[in-house]
């Protein structure tokens, strides 16, 4: 079973970066692979691609007409590649060689039409004390209790996620009104895909503990103000997502139930036992967070026209 994983990147300053993504994707302990390389509408990231990578026999390269968002590349690399499988690892991402090794076994073993695994921190920086780990999903890594190991989830995260590659273009590939596209950062750009797959073919993605991709914190990934201003755009993002998919399983409903009814509790009964600051500031950014998704899908609730804004 042949596997093409797909890159995406879009600027130069990124490409230290996402060099290290590339060739973490060609140390891959399996065979065959490929890997295709979209580039979002940059000349000067292009052809540095070329040099540093054209003369691999096993790698793609392409560049957009021009910037059209990571939604639209992804699916320009599934569409471009010649695997049976295709995965995708984000541009900051670096994944343990066994990576692609682990998500083929399942596909390999079952009718699995999505495979996605754990999504680790590796923070540039130290770990701002303040940083629950509930809200790890706010930078693009795998919170507490997730999931188990094997159980069907609508989605991973985007590090690590991948697809049997005719199904995913059979529903489309990626929603162009999702995702990052320069300036303009709505999230959830993979829970649409999986909200189709399992309309379309009654399954989600299975979820692989240890196919391991580590994602790349860099220092303001850290800043409180920064992450605050993401929960915010979350929200807003949730309240888009509802409008485009109104049927769709409410997935953050059962977040929100679980953060108040287990972890909270479990934080306070922590602290009571054991008292620390660190431990009062990770409560207090969990109710700033909570507020913060809270105000965002509010204000989304409140714009006009949002959906036509969402796809502008």
Known sequence: ?????????????????????????????????????VIDGNTEVYERAVVDFGDREN???????????ISHSRTRGAELASGEVVAFIDDDGVAETAWIENLIQVYEESNAIAVGGDVRPNWQCERPDFFPEEFYWLVGCVEPEFAEDGEEVRNTYGS???YQREALL??????PSTGRKGDKHLQAHEAPVGIRLHEKFGQGMVYVEDAV????LFEYRGEFRWLVSRSFWQGYSKRVMDLLYPEAPDAKGNYLKWLVVDRVPRRLEGL???????????????????AAVGLGYLYAIATPN??????S
Do not use: W
């Open 1 to 37: 079973m042949k596997v093409s994983v797909v890159v995406c990147t879009y600027t130069m300053d990124r490409y230290d970066v996402f060099t290290e993504a590339v060739e973490s994707a060609l140390a891959q302990t399996y065979d065959p692979i490929e890997v295709v390389l």
């Open 59 to 69: 790698v793609v390269i392409s560049n957009n007409d021009k910037n059209r968002g």
């Open 160 to 162: 690590n996620i991948s």
């Open 170 to 175: 059979d529903v489309g590939g990626y929603d």
């Open 213 to 216: 991709v580590y994602h790349t």
């Open 272 to 290: 009571i036992r054991s008292p620390s600051i660190t431990a009062v500031k990770q409560l207090g950014a969990i109710g700033v967070f909570t």
């Open 306 to 311: 949002l959906v036509e804004k969402a796809n």
